[in-house]
């Protein structure tokens, strides 16, 4: 596995920006920027999830102002990719059904984490929604998700 170059400090005025690693190109690209950091943050959990489910590497860097000035921050996707098993359809439903409707739940869940500022899961977590997806129906999911919205609105 090659390393990749630190990531070079953005242009112009300090704000939120998220730059990403393109190992093809061996290059830097500004994926999100924003005044604010929330926006950027949810930026980069959504192309970190699909990047991961291409099976694409994940590099990204966070810089924003501070002091005046630009800052490199952590950014929370260093986790390592965890593998989600995929759970088996009760008795009573076809597979295909089962395998939507728990995708479905699993969509709905990410949302509300995400709308409560949660952009990118531990392995830990990512185990703990899959549990929440094979345990509880829909109704019970979505008013889940309801509450973390409501949350992270606040």
Same mark, same amino acid.
């Given at each position: 596995? @090659?390393?990749?170059? @630190?990531?070079?400090?953005?242009?112009?005025?300090? $704000?939120?920006?998220?730059?990403?690693?393109?190992?093809?190109?061996?290059?830097?690209?500004?994926?999100?920027?924003?005044? %604010?950091? &929330?926006?950027?943050?949810?930026?980069?959990?959504?192309?970190? /999830? *699909?990047?991961?489910?291409?099976?694409?590497?994940?590099?990204?860097?966070?810089?924003?102002?501070?002091?005046?000035?630009?800052?490199?921050?952590?950014?929370?996707?260093?986790?390592?990719?965890?593998?989600?098993?995929?759970?088996?359809?009760?008795?009573?439903?076809?597979? /295909?059904?089962?395998?939507?409707?728990?995708?479905? $739940? %699993?969509?709905?869940?990410?949302?509300?984490? &995400? $709308?409560?500022?949660?952009?990118?899961?531990?392995? @830990?977590?990512?185990? *703990?929604? /899959? =549990?929440?997806?094979?345990?509880?129906? @829909?109704?019970?999911?979505? $008013?889940?998700? %309801?509450?973390? =919205?409501?949350?992270?609105?606040?």
């Amino acid at each position: 596995m @090659e390393t990749c170059p @630190e990531s070079p400090r953005p242009q112009g005025a300090p $704000r939120w920006v998220a730059m990403f690693y393109q190992p093809d190109a061996r290059t830097w690209r500004a994926a999100a920027q924003s005044p %604010h950091r &929330s926006p950027v943050l949810h930026a980069l959990g959504e192309m970190a /999830q *699909t990047l991961r489910a291409r099976g694409d590497e994940v590099t990204f860097a966070l810089w924003g102002p501070k002091d005046g000035a630009w800052h490199r921050f952590d950014t929370p996707l260093t986790q390592a990719v965890s593998s989600r098993p995929v759970p088996e359809a009760s008795a009573g439903e076809p597979a /295909q059904l089962a395998e939507r409707m728990t995708g479905r $739940r %699993h969509q709905v869940l990410m949302s509300g984490l &995400s $709308r409560a500022g949660l952009y990118d899961l531990s392995p @830990e977590d990512d185990a *703990t929604v /899959q =549990a929440l997806v094979e345990r509880l129906d @829909e109704a019970a999911v979505r $008013r889940v998700a %309801h509450w973390l =919205a409501t949350a992270g609105a606040r």
